[in-house]
């Protein structure tokens, strides 16, 4: 296959750049100022106005009922699992094309994963290797979804009668499900949340590439207990670094918010803290970043969508390459694009020559399943997933300056 015709075509959405990357932000509205006023006033940390602001502005964007800014995506996603009730020993389910982030999140709670398929459309969890994961390994007993295989658990006893250490065995419990919203396409996330809920099951959305996205006409983030967004350097909008707990649960909103801020308790000058708590709160200074890109956000959505719409043209005429749509019912944000190619043979032939002519690509993540860190986890047959990771390559998105910018 001659893959300088997509090399060229690529080249020509973004001219005049000797290496394209694969997705730099954008900065075209209040950055330097908002950023600039921190600095004059002296409110740099993690208390001041754009922290509020921020929030304030996800909040009305998203339609969720909180929003707590973190410092990260992966510190999001850490506290939501936390709220939403994992505990050492317990078992998330969670796909096995994601970030590493996604699983570190789960690892951090020391909680271990486990991995469905997913769906072709979607690339992102499928809820019927969800449902059949489900139905033929786990028995729900008082409102809890169990293992049924009875797996030891990393504890170990006194027993006085024998005078040794045994090592204590028990049911793994299923404490949550961490769908993913891969490469800001949503998943299937009402099916999955209603399978979710008839096993007792907490879902909490991994939505941290799909700021801007929809499902049925609802913002991703928004369906399950709680959810995460993130602002990393190379998202759709970016903080430099920073994240997003939503949740509707007024109970898990303000406790969020609390325990990311130290567990310190409200007082004019007592340091008193009454939890265990993290110092996961994002700094004023990367908020007011954070408040500067949302007021272009819809400017960079329209601008990604062209490009997009330029992408699935060109590729409609070229056999041996698929390009990836938005799933049905869905609005994306199209984070980035990517492209199925024949087998792994021609991925890597393309990868190594779009590198030669410096145009940064980038393959699909190794499926978390086979890092050294997760390769004895429990997963199910992963037939699309092993499928989609030989083939796929994300290529350029990021936001294109026209001459009128």
Not at 88 to 114: H, K, M, R, W
Not at 226 to 246: E, R, W, Y
Not at 377 to 403: G, H, M, W
Request: aromatic letters at 10%.
């Amino acid at each position: 296959m001659d893959y300088q015709p997509i090399i060229d075509f690529i080249c020509s959405l973004y001219p005049g750049k000797e290496t394209i990357p694969l997705h730099e932000p954008y900065f075209g509205g209040n950055e330097k100022k908002y950023v600039l006023d921190c600095i004059e006033t002296n409110y740099v940390s993690s208390v001041g106005k754009y922290v509020d602001r921020f929030e304030e502005v996800i909040r009305d964007f998203t339609g969720a009922k909180y929003a707590i800014a973190t410092v990260n995506g992966t510190a999001a996603l850490h506290i939501a699992l936390k709220l939403a009730g994992v505990q050492p020993g317990d078992l998330v389910i969670t796909q096995p094309l994601t970030f590493i982030a996604t699983c570190n999140a789960i690892s951090y709670c020391g909680a271990e994963p486990v991995f469905v398929d997913i769906d072709a459309e979607t690339l992102g969890m499928s809820p019927d290797s969800l449902e059949s994961w489900l139905s033929t390994n786990t028995v729900i007993e008082d409102n809890v979804c169990y293992l049924k295989e009875v797996h030891k658990l990393h504890e170990l006893q006194y027993n006085n009668n024998n005078n040794k250490f045994v090592e204590i065995r028990g049911p793994k419990r299923i404490s949550a499900c961490v769908p993913m919203h891969t490469f800001g396409h949503p998943c299937k996330i009402d099916r999955i949340v209603d399978i979710c809920n008839h096993y007792h099951i907490p879902v909490v959305e991994d939505a941290a590439e799909s700021i801007g996205s929809y499902y049925k006409r609802k913002h991703t983030g928004t369906f399950g207990k709680l959810g995460i967004l993130s602002f990393n350097g190379n998202k759709t909008i970016t903080t430099g670094g920073g994240g997003m707990i939503l949740t509707d649960d007024d109970e898990l909103g303000p406790l969020a918010k609390h325990i990311t801020t130290t567990a310190k308790k409200p007082h004019r000058w007592k340091f008193e803290h009454d939890m265990i708590g993290y110092n996961y709160r994002l700094p004023n200074i990367n908020a007011a970043l954070g408040c500067a890109q949302m007021e272009i956000l819809p400017e960079i959505l329209k601008n990604k969508r062209e490009t997009t719409r330029n992408y699935n043209q060109f590729f409609k005429n070229i056999e041996e390459v698929k390009f990836i749509q938005e799933p049905s019912d869905s609005i994306s944000n199209y984070w980035l694009n990517a492209i199925l190619l024949k087998n792994e043979k021609e991925r890597d032939k393309f990868l190594d020559y779009a590198y030669s002519q410096k145009v940064m690509c980038r393959p699909a993540w190794t499926l978390m399943n086979k890092l050294p860190m997760f390769v004895n986890c429990i997963y199910s047959t992963l037939n699309v997933a092993n499928a989609i990771e030989k083939r796929l390559v994300n290529i350029p998105s990021s936001f294109r300056k026209y001459e009128n910018n």
